[in-house]
């Protein structure tokens, strides 16, 4: 009996010790974490980060952040005190403990309740007292880029109305704001054939969209281009009229457009090659013609009159600098204006642009029209430096005043410096 009844106090004395090794470790685990009781009967520990926007965020020592909606928390628990502010915009100082079910708080040594779903805010004891409610710190927005730009540089090979190969450059510029986008583009470009110039092109273009409501726009455009290799001397146009962004996302964009175009063009009789040789043609004339004076002059048996010699001077003067009887020609045309623009952006990053232009004449030369096309291709090399290849191509039905061919193509490639 005695060896009975010292085993059953040796059993109760160790469910003692259990129970209180059992409540030194809840204790223990208690004071080194904060703890959250969900609504469906699961504990989560870890050190509370913040309560913001209705998400507890715990850190976990494994596990790492975890976030948990505040509808899912019955109670919890903290183990240091936080700063808290409830949906009355009321802030307070303490810590956070459960009892019988219920969630409560400590401020200023006063016990209160404070139902979770009535916390707005919770935050780390570490922020300054004197600014309880803390700020959030909001990054001012960048103001609105307004200016972007490109400038191309590269080669051109030409075929037409000449064949050539030109170094060429390029610069656009945009401005856009909500409602209004204005560009500005420039293109140049040059070549010779054995010391002579076959190419000398410039291109001017101003052109303002202004939206009054979205996708529908009105545009008016303004150019100038001088192309001697087609006899071009001038042209200048200016356009009005209407077009709408049919698709305007991220990745791909497409507007079609339509209005009235006025062009004043002054043609040359000769391109600079054909003016060479006129040249050339010219001086074999004139040393013709002295060396016809010369004889004659030598077998004139008439003594020497002053009058021969200014004449001889004046074939001369002629011979170093001979003068063209160049013609000039002018027109006039309208025309309507049909344009599309279409890009599409690829393989995530390079980007495939088409712009074509129709321009149909109305007036007295019904039936004419040009067309004009360019398509690019560009894909980027480092953040700022893209590969550039275009290939244009304009289509005149009646070239009459320049001549040659209808068609005339242009595949241009180089480097595109985006800015």
Request: glycine fraction near 6%; charge should be negative.
């Amino acid at each position: 009996m005695h060896h009975i009844s010292g085993l059953s106090s040796a059993c109760d004395l160790l469910r003692t010790v259990i129970a209180l090794l059992m409540g030194v470790a809840w204790l223990t685990a208690a004071g080194a974490s904060d703890i959250l009781d969900l609504v469906n009967g699961d504990r989560l520990s870890g050190e509370l980060i913040e309560l913001r926007d209705g998400v507890f965020v715990l850190d976990h020592p494994y596990s790492g952040e975890i976030e948990t909606p505040q509808e899912a928390v019955e109670t919890f628990f903290t183990a240091e005190p936080r700063w808290w502010r409830d949906d009355d915009g009321v802030t307070g100082f303490g810590p956070f403990f459960p009892r019988d079910g219920v969630q409560w708080t400590q401020a200023d040594d006063v016990l209160q309740t404070m139902p979770v779903e009535t916390l707005e805010r919770i935050w780390p004891a570490e922020v300054d007292p004197d600014m309880p409610a803390p700020v959030e710190e909001v990054e001012e927005p960048e103001p609105p880029r307004l200016w972007s730009g490109t400038f191309d540089t590269g080669v051109a090979y030409r075929s037409g109305q000449v064949d050539s190969i030109d170094a060429d450059a390029a610069l656009n510029l945009i401005r856009a704001t909500e409602r209004t986008e204005l560009s500005f583009r420039a293109s140049g470009a040059y070549g010779e054939v054995e010391s002579v110039l076959n190419t000398r092109q410039l291109k001017g273009q101003t052109r303002l969209k202004v939206y009054p409501r979205e996708r529908f726009y009105l545009f008016g455009l303004t150019g100038l281009e001088h192309d001697a290799a087609k006899r071009l001397d001038l042209r200048w146009n200016t356009a009005f009229g209407a077009g709408y962004d049919i698709i305007d996302t991220d990745r791909t964009g497409w507007a079609l457009d339509a209005g009235l175009d006025y062009a004043w063009e002054r043609w040359d009789e000769f391109t600079p090659v054909e003016r060479e040789r006129a040249r050339e043609a010219a001086q074999a004339a004139r040393r013709e013609e002295l060396r016809a004076f010369v004889v004659r002059i030598v077998g004139d048996p008439r003594p020497f009159r002053f009058d021969n010699l200014r004449a001889a001077m004046d074939i001369a003067a002629l011979l170093r600098r001979p003068v063209l009887d160049e013609r000039q020609i002018t027109r006039e045309d309208w025309n309507l204006r049909i344009s599309s623009y279409f890009r599409r952006t690829l393989f995530s990053e390079s980007e495939l642009t088409h712009e074509f232009v129709a321009l149909p004449k109305f007036d007295e030369d019904w039936g004419e029209y040009r067309l004009l096309s360019d398509l690019a291709f560009v894909t980027p090399l480092t953040d700022s430096l893209n590969l550039r290849a275009a290939l244009i191509t304009e289509y005149e039905s009646d070239p009459g005043v320049r001549g040659g061919s209808q068609w005339e193509n242009t595949l241009r490639t180089g480097l595109r410096y985006s800015f």
